[in-house]
């Protein structure tokens, strides 16, 4: 397909987006939040059902996304457009691109903050802020940590002078160069660590707790957990996995790239799993300790470990290159757009879009001190960055980007660009049409309160709805595809 820009800079080759893809999937979601909600959620049954949304929902959707982008050979929001217009569908549609673009901005607009935390909390192992501590102290040094605007302050500003410097650079020799170190740093270190959890006495019973399956164990509000990290691990919907995908190589597999960055973000997932719950349980920890597991078990537990700190500093080194790998792919949708549609030059999109980034983001970091009053609704600057994006951007958009590619556009474009065989494509067309949409209307469901799923016994009509449902579907798909188009 033809564009109406200049020649868009491409990665290396396919392991340079598999790795810039990865680092985007695996950020804090894997490392912080997925061993934590495993914790509450029972373990080995929560992490089957998980791998099972990976591949029904999340491969499906993150092909689509690396598609539309291969194919538009621009930002979210021009490639959408030239997507779209080639397969003569409604512009409407384009808003998809505004939107994705936003969401990504949005989010790092407060995960800045929460990077932060990661940086900051480096800088307490390396300085051995945390020696002596008990686990009141833990809570009393969390707590202070934020509500010193300064000290908050200049942490989430580094995150973003950080990432505005690696984006700046471009493609090639800003991203693809530091994620090529920066990931398998990160496997490196993990790896460490699960070797010493396997002498720390807690590495069978993470083991166990892992891998051992108890459909007991698992509530409806777990699956529905699982559903819903599995379809936000990979980065869905917020602008990234689009831009990254219209860095790639024409002659590279989309399905084959696509099934190894997800491999690559559920063993990173798992690995971190393997990493944590043995300290946890070695120093008799619970692990449904919730979102203080890291910032707060962690480095109490590292306290009673020998040669603790220098795997606590290894441990939030890696946490911190996490969450910049991610960082860097949120804001990229936006510094791309700028330089591809507006003819800025990267350097300047780059530290243009920061200084906005930076603005917001203080706004967010003072809602844990001096803003904690400044509501709207019961809810401060950084709860709303959270909300809009998490509850209604990525599901809107994962949803529309499902319906556009199931139902409105060609299939011949889909086809020529996926790049599988018919039974193949007609796998992935099914996925996109019924079991993503279905999915995400679960998460949308559950999210905004409109209704409680319950599992368990219901599987047999849920099942029989997704019957229902595909016939339904293909029987309207003509009439619905023409409505859609407008």
């Not at 993150?62 to 030239?82: H, K, N, W």
């Not at 997932?269 to 692990?287: E, Y």
């Not at 799923?453 to 019957?467: K, Q, R, S, T």
Request: glycine residues 12%; contains cysteine.
């Amino acid at each position: 397909m033809t564009t109406d820009t200049q020649p868009r800079a491409q990665w290396l080759g396919r392991w340079g987006f598999v790795l810039a893809a990865t680092g985007s999937a695996v950020g804090l979601g894997n490392i912080w939040k997925f061993p934590y909600i495993t914790g509450e959620y029972g373990g080995g049954a929560f992490v089957l059902v998980y791998l099972a949304c990976i591949l029904a929902v999340g491969i499906p959707v993150m092909m689509t996304e690396i598609a539309f982008g291969r194919r538009g050979r621009g930002s979210p929001v021009d490639a959408l457009r030239r997507v779209v217009k080639e397969s003569g569908s409604g512009s409407a549609w384009s808003l998809l691109g505004w939107l994705a673009m936003l969401c990504g901005f949005m989010i790092l607009c407060f995960y800045a903050v929460v990077a932060g935390w990661s940086f900051s909390y480096l800088w307490k192992m390396l300085t051995g802020a945390f020696a002596g501590a008990t686990g009141d102290d833990m809570v009393g040094i969390f707590v202070a940590n934020n509500e010193n605007p300064l000290n908050l302050g200049f942490w989430s500003t580094l995150v973003v002078v950080a990432t505005m410097l690696i984006v700046g650079k471009g493609v090639q020799a800003g991203i693809e160069r530091c994620v090529t170190w920066m990931m398998p740093g990160m496997v490196v270190m993990l790896a460490i660590l699960i070797a010493y959890g396997a002498f720390s006495g807690g590495f069978g019973e993470a083991w166990r707790f892992l891998f051992s399956f108890n459909a007991g164990s698992l509530s409806s509000e777990g699956m529905l957990a699982a559903l819903g990290h599995a379809f936000f691990t990979l980065s869905l919907a917020s602008g990234a996995i689009l831009t990254y995908g219209s860095y790639l190589p024409a002659r590279a597999s989309i399905a084959r790239t696509t099934l190894s960055v997800a491999a690559a973000d559920t063993v990173v997932a798992l690995m971190a799993g393997l990493a944590i719950f043995p300290i946890i349980f070695a120093n008799g920890m619970s692990p449904g300790e919730g979102p203080g597991l890291i910032f707060m078990s962690l480095p109490l537990a590292f306290q009673a470990m020998p040669l603790g700190t220098l795997f606590g500093i290894l441990f939030f080194m890696m946490l911190s290159m996490a969450a910049l790998t991610s960082s860097i792919s949120m804001v990229e949708a936006t510094v791309s757009w700028l330089s591809d549609s507006k003819g800025v030059s990267r350097r300047t999109a780059a530290w243009g879009t920061g200084i906005v980034l930076w603005l917001i983001s203080t706004l967010a970091m003072l809602s844990f001190n001096v803003g904690a009053d400044w509501t709207l609704v019961g809810r401060t600057v950084f709860d709303w960055l959270d909300y809009l994006t998490a509850r209604w951007m990525m599901p809107l958009g994962g949803l529309g980007v499902a319906l556009l590619a199931g139902f409105v556009l060609k299939s011949e474009p889909m086809r020529e660009e996926l790049g599988v065989p018919p039974g193949w494509y007609a796998l992935w067309l099914f996925a996109v049409r019924y079991l993503a949409p279905l999915g995400i209307l679960v998460i949308f469901a559950d999210a905004l309160g409109i209704a409680r799923i319950e599992f368990g016994l219901h599987w047999p009509w849920l099942l029989g709805a997704l019957v229902l449902i595909t016939l339904v579907g293909e029987l309207a798909s003509p009439r619905l595809r023409r409505a859609l188009m407008g």
